[in-house]
């Protein structure tokens, strides 16, 4: 039997140790991690090996050669465009005659291969993937079996709230050859995206096989020092370098421990290293070969590459330290921190914790480094939260980190291109645009800026056909402490998630492309655009209609910015407006109570007779109602009013509503003859299912609405237009149709989910809900007799949701305990 061992990754996620090297070639106790697969390999009789190699093809080559001197016969199949994992294998077909296996060169593990392949064979399947139980199944392609162990269902790299199972795709696979039959040649081609799906569409049979024993992805920097941990307390099966000294301790040849040195297993001491009096090596300490540790240096679960140099009094803290690197005396390096290869850092210099600094890099004498190239805790995912990319205002995103996401954000797009930006009246927002937006130019992006403009304003100006993108950048309104940047697609929606990750990539390794001077993108302003919007929302709606209901309205603008776009917009439509707080001011935004403003404008409908008040957000996004009696909406009265309204009256056939949406929406929905577009959690979620065929209208319950026709974004300026339509058409007054509307009675709360349990939570869930009418749109939505209940993993933060709709608060209080109650009793 053959084994294909999958090696062309980057591994760009581990940079800046893969910044010189191809991640299969980065060493795992001074071993190539790729050398545990092939050790593997050979333990179960696998000798014939065929690699796949792309990304520094040639060190892999140089150090493996044709396999003799680890017992092997290997031979490579070199992409010369990346393939994907069943592309690559597909390059490699004319090695592969006979049934084969398939490993990726990245991963640490000792799973029982034979169990694999004999689970292969009494299947008689065509393909069989390996399949290991893991507690954060996010990073992974989720498997769902039969009890015979056939596939159901693949979910590559899900949310939280897709994760109804912790068993995942080990990247281990038992094929026949058969299977080339069905992998396109010449294109990339995903084993688990594209290949498998289509086989079980075709019928043919593709099993799963669970095993046992150690596995871990080895593709983050915190996997990379977890798996160490693991090699050095043994929790993996694997032939660990150097002779054992007792202790945990490891020493390799000719290496020198002095014996007034302090030494605390597990520590793995490499070749020819030397460690001299009162140095001190801490547990889950990994020093490579050749390594000179000075006197009273102290190194704590740490790794450091080969032929390096610490010098006196240097302390290591869970840092990981490339190749020939020279740390001078009292230099530290804290938790978290990473130098690349051949790094100089000069006496008592302070890398700071989570620092990343690049290969050949030279930190001098005293300096402290702060500003790490991951800005964000430890603890986040990503770069990008769920509304952008976002942090404490001149602490996380400073000046010089606000200019390193828009270099990311210039190189994603192609030179010479434009794009828009805007911000609040924040001086914060006004200082980080500005050094953005020299960052864009220095990219070879040229800027149309706004200045002060709603977030739907900017949205409906960067869909002009010469733009390609855009941002603005505004104080968070739940923490003005904080601030949001907002990146935009040339729709003018927020970037997907594929934009994002490449985004992500290149802000982590600061691949940033600087132009020739002649190159450099301009700035300009875009003209006569608050009126040009003010003409096109007038335009969307009946706007004579509007103008002969003669309308009377109380309109708080919160300080914010539709105050400069409103005024216009209610001039073209002949309304008698009362404005409130119609002016912009940073220090009125960041106070704003929205319940004492609509209180304040309810008083102010009554007083002066008014039809209709409205408070915006000072984004422009999301409103708040309140009827002629004075009445404030609450966010599912303003959602079902919209309905009720607009009854047949949709561009289109269909609706889009959330999967927390209550069922009242729905019903009124469908009862108008529409159907109903089921979206994820979330405005990105909403605004994606607002661009699908035939979506007319989407809206969720926090007073946020979406007129694709329009704009398929939030815009709460078209939104009240909108309904001025269709009041005027209707003929109604709001109170009338306010108080028709069915009484909606739901609960919500939040449960503590740890992150390694949440993927083991929702399957959980989903096999206690057997035998009930289970939704799996986003998280876990169960139907209980007159009611339904919804679980979902929060992206953000160790909690799951629970939302409930039932026929009484009390029921739906109730229904919501319980599904806390399961939770809790599951994590414990």
């Known amino acids: 039997m053959k084994a294909v061992i999958m090696a062309g990754g980057e591994g760009s996620r581990l940079r800046p140790l893969t910044t010189n090297l191809p991640k299969p070639m980065v060493p795992l106790a001074n071993r190539p991690m790729m050398e545990y697969v092939v050790d593997l390999l050979r333990h179960h009789g696998i000798t014939e090996i065929v690699v796949t190699v792309a990304y520094m093809a040639d060190t892999i080559q140089a150090y493996f050669g044709d396999g003799s001197e680890f017992g092997v016969h290997m031979v490579y199949a070199a992409e010369q465009v990346p393939l994907g994992t069943a592309g690559s294998v597909r390059n490699a077909m004319e090695h592969l005659d006979e049934r084969f296996i398939v490993i990726s060169g990245d991963v640490l593990t000792d799973i029982d291969l034979d169990e694999v392949v004999a689970a292969h064979e009494r299947a008689g399947a065509l393909a069989t993937i390996g399949l290991v139980r893991v507690p954060d199944p996010l990073e992974f392609g989720i498997v769902i079996t039969r009890e015979d162990g056939s596939i159901e269902r693949f ?110 297993g597990p520590v793995l001491i490499g070749d020819n290293c030397r460690v001299e009096a009162g140095a001190t090596l801490g547990a889950y300490t990994v020093l490579g070969a050749n390594i000179r540790v000075r006197s009273e240096a102290s190194v704590e679960r740490s790794v450091v590459g080969d032929n390096s140099y610490l010098g006196g009094g240097v302390s290591l803290r869970g840092a990981l330290v490339g190749r020939s690197c020279d740390l001078r005396s009292g230099a530290r390096a804290d938790e978290g921190s990473v130098l690349g290869d051949e790094c100089f850092v000069g006496e008592d210099a302070h890398v700071t914790s989570d620092v990343k600094i690049y290969p050949f890099k030279t930190v001098e004498a005293g300096a402290v480094v702060n500003s790490s190239i991951i800005w964000e805790s430890r603890a986040a995912r990503s770069l990008f939260g769920a509304d952008g990319v976002s942090g404490l205002a001149n602490v996380d995103v400073t000046p010089e980190f606000a200019t390193r996401v828009a270099m990311a954000y210039g190189t994603m797009l192609k030179p010479g291109v434009t794009v828009v930006t805007s911000r609040d009246s924040s001086r914060t927002g006004r200082m980080l645009k500005r050094s953005m937006m020299a960052a864009l130019n220095a990219a070879g992006v040229s ?42 697609d040339a729709d003018g929606l927020d970037l997907g998630d594929d934009a994002r990750r490449k985004m992500e990539r290149l802000f982590s390794r600061e691949d940033f492309r600087r132009v020739f001077p002649a190159e450099i993108g301009e700035i300009g302003f875009a003209p006569r655009a608050l009126e040009h919007y003010a003409t096109a ?13 003669r309308f009377k309205v109380v309109v708080d603008h919160a300080y914010g910015s539709t105050s400069f776009s409103m005024p216009d917009v209610m001039a073209k439509l002949g309304l008698e407006a009362l404005a409130v707080n119609p002016f912009m001011s940073t220090a009125g935004m960041l106070s704003v109570n929205f319940d004492e403003h609509a209180r304040t404008v309810g008083d102010l409908v009554r ?72 979206a994820k959690m979330g405005p990105q979620a909403l605004m994606a299912a607002g661009l699908a065929p035939g979506v007319g209208f989407a809206a969720d319950d926090a007073g946020g609405f979406i007129l694709p026709g329009f704009l398929p974004s939030f815009d709460a300026t078209a939104a009240f237009a909108t309904l001025l339509g269709l009041l005027a058409r209707s003929g109604v007054r709001l109170s009338e ?54 679980a979902l993993p929060d992206t953000e933060e160790p909690v799951s949701h629970v939302w409930a709709e039932a026929g009484s608060d009390a029921e739906a209080q109730h229904l919501v305990d319980e599904y806390v109650r399961r939770i809790r009793q599951m994590v414990r």
Not at 461 to 480: E, H, K, N, W
Not at 620 to 626: A, D, P
């Open 447 to 488: 800027v149309e800026d706004l200045e002060v403009a709603s977030v739907p304003l900017t949205r409906w100006i960067i869909r002009r056909p010469a733009i390609s993108g855009g941002f603005t950048v505004r104080l968070d309104p739940d923490d003005p402490q904080s601030v949001i940047i907002r990146f935009f």
């Open 537 to 549: 929302v007038t335009a969307a709606v009946d706007a004579n209609a509007i103008a002969d209901a």
């Open 155 to 264: 979910l590559e790299k899900p949310s939280w709230g897709q994760v109804f199972s912790d068993t995942i795709n080990s990247g281990v696979f038992v094929m026949e050859p058969e299977i080339f039959d069905h992998i396109e040649a010449d294109r990339p081609v995903d084993f688990s995206g594209e290949v498998f799906p289509a086989l079980l569409e075709a019928g043919l049979p593709v099993f799963g096989a669970v095993v046992e024993g150690y596995w871990e992805d080895v593709g983050t920097l915190e996997a990379y020092l977890s798996a160490h941990r693991d090699l050095l307390d043994g929790r993996v099966r694997a032939d660990l370098a150097g002779f054992d000294l007792g202790g945990g301790v490891r020493l390799g040849e000719n290496a020198v421990l002095h014996p007034d040195a302090t030494v605390v």
């Open 607 to 678: 007083a002066s007779g008014s039809d209709l008040g409205v408070v915006f957000e000072p984004g422009g996004e999301r409103l708040r109602l309140i009827d002629d009696r004075g009445t404030i909406l609450n966010g599912n009265e303003a959602l079902l009013a919209m309905l009720t309204l607009l009854g047949e009256n949709v561009d289109g056939d269909a609706v889009a509503l959330s999967v927390a949406t209550t069922d009242h929406a729905y019903a009124l929905v469908r009862k108008a003859g529409l159907s109903v577009e089921m």
């Open 737 to 790: 149709v306010v108080q028709d509307l069915p009484a909606v009675h739901m609960a919500h709360q939040t449960v503590v989910t740890p992150w390694d349990l949440k993927g083991q939570v929702m399957r959980s869930l989903v096999e206690q809900s057997k035998g009930r009418d289970v939704e799996m749109v986003d998280g876990v939505k169960v139907r209980h007799d007159g009611g339904w209940a919804l």
